[in-house]
Nanobody, 124 residues
Framework: EVQLVESGGGLVQAGGSLRLSCAAS????????IGWFRQAPGKEREGVSC????????VYADSVKGRFTISSDSAKSTVYLQMNSLKPEDTAVYYC?????????????????WGQGTQVTVSS
């Protein structure tokens, strides 16, 4: 059974940092891509970043490039999203997802499993 559990969300001031964690069970990083998505109130869910453990490739949405970094600790079966220079527009529920796919992707339809999400709120 695949389980994804996010943690690390919270309230932070603009310019601050947070690190989100996604503890994954039932998946191997060599076979699955792990992505981070977010959904702000009244908006559609959007892809933020993705990591492919097979070749350590990554991809980022333009809106977070240079500010967010995705990484993994295979020994802990955990994927992290380090978020720096946070902006109020980064406020959203952040989800991690796993997909049995060969390439990094920010498309929802390529993901099979989803976590419950963690709230990130950035105050101005």
């Amino acid at each position: 059974e695949v389980q994804l559990v996010e943690s690390g969300g919270g309230l932070v001031q603009a310019g601050g940092s947070l690190r989100l964690s996604c503890a994954a069970s039932g998946v191997t990083f060599d076979d699955y891509i792990i992505g981070w998505f977010r959904q702000a109130p009244g908006k559609e869910r959007e892809g933020v970043s993705c990591f492919d453990g097979a070749d350590n490739s990554t991809v980022y949405a333009d809106s977070v490039k240079g500010r967010f970094t995705i990484s993994s600790d295979s020994a802990k079966s955990t994927v992290y999203l380090q978020m720096n220079s946070l902006k109020p527009e980064d406020t959203a529920v952040y989800y991690c997802a796993a997909g049995l796919w060969e390439l990094v992707s920010l498309h929802e339809y390529e993901y099979d499993y989803w976590g419950q999400g963690t709230q990130v709120t950035v105050s101005s």
